[in-house]
């Protein structure tokens, strides 16, 4: 099973900074199948970026992600209020089963 | 529009089991593979395990194996997913979430609104 380890555990940060997440995998995540995910308190995860660095429908270009192999990163690059949340990465190339970072925590400084 | 409506929370004694249902509507019900997430207090996301509604079969994270099991009705277009042997440790919010059939892999993109269990004697 590849773990996930996502670093930063809490980052603190004011709008308008830029944010850089990191996520490492323990073993190489195939095709890049790497995903993004935002939650905010009460609500369910919403998919920022797909295959590393897709990002999903409607979401805004101030979120982005790279890498591939092991490494992977999201940006976002202005931070906005509503951005403050808990993101995670996930691993879905050993489809059908996926796999979940224990999630980075940005909050506002 | 694609939504996943998930039935409402539960309160478990420890050793019960609980059932939760997650209707589909707005895309073709058995297009879509359904996941199963857990996120405890305060914790972080938990895959639980995954049924195909097209042909019913499943793949179950390890450390639920004995304990889970996830059906399908395609009538409703509902998907359940039963928690046997009620722990404390159990107590969480339980999600749904769907991606659609491989290939190539997609990971879930809709999501219910999550179902609170909470297990206590």
């Known amino acids: 099973e590849i773990v996930l380890t996502q670093s930063p555990g809490t980052l603190s940060l004011s709008p308008g900074e830029r944010a850089t997440l990191s996520c490492r995998a323990s073993?190489?995540?195939?095709?890049?199948?790497l995903a993004w995910y935002q939650q905010k308190p009460g609500q369910a995860p919403r998919l920022l970026i797909y295959?590393?660095?897709s990002r999903a429908t409607g979401i805004p270009d101030r979120f982005s992600g790279s890498g591939s192999g092991t490494d992977f990163t999201l940006t976002i690059s202005r931070l906005e209020p509503e951005d403050f949340a808990v993101y995670y990465c996930?691993?879905?190339?050993?489809?059908?089963?996926?796999?979940f970072g224990q999630g980075t925590r940005l909050e506002i400084k | 529009q694609v939504q996943l409506v998930q039935s409402g929370a539960e309160v478990k004694k420890p050793g019960a089991s609980v059932k939760v249902s997650c209707k589909a509507s707005?895309?073709?019900?058995?297009?879509?593979?359904m996941h199963w997430v857990r996120q405890a207090p305060g914790q972080g996301l938990e895959w639980m395990g995954i049924?195909?509604?097209?042909?019913?079969?499943?793949s179950y994270a390890q450390k639920f194996q004995g304990r889970v099991t996830m059906t399908r009705d395609t009538s409703t277009s509902t998907v359940y997913m039963e928690l046997s042997s009620l722990r404390s440790e159990d107590t969480a919010v339980y999600y749904c979430?769907?991606?659609?059939?491989?290939?190539?892999?997609?990971?879930?993109?809709?999501w219910g609104q999550g179902t609170t269990v909470t297990v206590s004697s």
């Open positions: 996930q691993q879905y190339g050993s489809s059908p089963r996926i796999t």
């Open positions: 049924i195909n509604p097209s042909g019913g079969s499943t």
């Open positions: 707005g895309y073709t019900f058995t297009s879509y593979y």
């Open positions: 295959g590393a660095s």
């Open positions: 979430a769907s991606s659609s059939a491989p290939p190539p892999p997609f990971p879930p993109r809709v």
């Open positions: 073993q190489s995540v195939s095709s890049s199948y």
